[in-house]
């Protein structure tokens, strides 16, 4: 276990940095209501539809009410996108057509976007003709001159940003390097889409990437957007014309956004994204204060204490797979679910190491609640995310076993 007098300590160290955090979620907070307020957000709206869905209220008003949050001309927020990389590869296939071609200005992609873009035989991208090509990060940094080299000639229909790390050791993307990177690939003479994927992102800023020049964003509902309560989903928002052609994909052409129903109702939703900013913060503190202990103790982590975040994601080097095998499982043995599982590495689809997951989540993979995930691979970084209560956060630190 870890002394609690450390742990105090750390705290009234991070002070100052939880006073930022709480005014961002403040503003956050009071955004949100503003947009229950605008959107006339009533009783009825909670109620579900079945067949067809024809003019679900509870469904389009909640494309709406995610839309003015992130202040773009449309999105969608459905129960029937089932993860991230379901809402990502919607806007991917919705918006390219064969022929056209992708450029990642921020590397690869996530691992389970992989078959995704170059499966054999699998209806991916590829298969359909389409490319994708990728600038490296430089010095974990967005390549800026590499884009000027590349962007002009390659002349891609979509330029491609993750705003996460993945399973990269760096800090994910601010949205000040979000709007230069905006800035810049539209100073080229790029008029195309520009897409972020936005998982982890959501609520750690003021502003949203929509809101900076982003034309196409995705996540998911049971992250940061979700507040811990969404069962299921995921959101995907933009530019209008953008998001028609990802509703053509999510249903078919001829009906686009015009049905869709959903039998259990949208109350979790609604209830789920009106507390998000909050949850946020407390996911915030606990990567904090984690980061703040770990570094105190030796270990190498990201960002650094001194940094404010830029998701709720924290990564911790153990350079050692027993180390970082006993750190995952005890998260796991501090989770009020399947506490008395013990997390081991395996073959997890969509990835291509061994990975070895703590979620012992009300949510099955929720990573908005405290969890922690792993590739099984030098330097044997540990992910630790989420956290519904900075107190449960907390807890779990104080009976680390290290």
Not at 1 to 24: A, G, H, N, P, V
Not at 147 to 156: S, W
Not at 209 to 234: C, F, R
Request: hydrophobic share 40%; charged share 20%.
């Amino acid at each position: 276990m870890i002394d609690e007098q450390l742990i105090t300590k750390c705290e009234e160290e991070l002070s100052e940095t939880f006073k930022k955090l709480e005014e961002i979620a403040l503003f956050n907070q009071e955004k949100v209501l503003n947009a229950f307020k605008k959107n006339m957000i009533a009783l009825r709206h909670f109620s579900g539809t079945n067949g067809y869905g024809y003019g679900d209220e509870g469904r389009d008003t909640l494309n709406k009410l995610v839309a003015d949050i992130f202040k773009a001309e449309s999105a969608v927020c459905s129960p029937n996108i089932v993860s991230g990389t379901h809402a990502l590869s919607l806007c991917l296939y919705g918006v390219l057509r064969p022929g056209d071609t992708i450029l990642s200005i921020t590397g690869e992609p996530y691992d389970t976007l992989s078959d995704v873009i170059r499966g054999k035989g699998t209806g991916s991208l590829e298969d359909f003709g389409i490319s994708f090509s990728s600038i490296p990060l430089k010095d974990n940094k967005i390549d800026a001159e590499e884009i000027k080299k590349v962007l002009p000639t390659l002349k891609p229909k979509m330029v491609y940003m993750q705003r996460s790390r993945g399973y990269e050791w760096r800090n994910a993307l601010s949205i000040e390097e979000i709007e230069s990177a905006v800035s810049l690939v539209k100073s080229l003479g790029f008029d195309g889409c520009i897409m972020l994927d936005n998982c982890y992102g959501a609520f750690i800023d003021k502003k949203e990437p929509t809101e900076v020049g982003v034309n196409l964003l995705a996540g998911s509902m049971i992250k940061n957007l979700g507040g811990g309560i969404a069962p299921t989903g995921g959101y995907i928002v933009g530019d209008e014309k953008y998001i028609n052609l990802v509703q053509n994909r999510i249903t078919a052409p001829s009906i686009g956004g015009e049905v869709g129903s959903y039998a259990y109702g949208y109350n979790l939703y609604y209830q789920g994204i009106f507390i998000a900013p909050h949850t946020v913060l407390q996911a915030l503190k606990g990567a904090k204060l984690f980061g703040a202990v770990m570094e105190k103790l030796g270990y190498d982590v990201s960002p650094k204490v001194n940094e404010m975040p830029k998701d709720i994601i924290l990564a911790v080097k153990f350079n050692d797979k027993d180390a970082l095998i006993k750190f995952i499982q005890t998260i796991q043995a501090n989770s009020p679910i399947d506490s008395f599982v013990t997390a081991l590495p395996w073959a997890m689809p969509g990835y291509e190491d061994e990975v070895i997951m703590a979620a012992g989540c009300f949510v099955q993979g929720s990573s908005i609640e405290l969890s922690a995930d792993a590739p099984i691979k030098p330097p044997y970084i540990g992910y630790l995310q989420g956290g519904i209560t900075y107190e449960h956060c907390k807890i779990a630190l104080k009976n680390m076993n290290l």
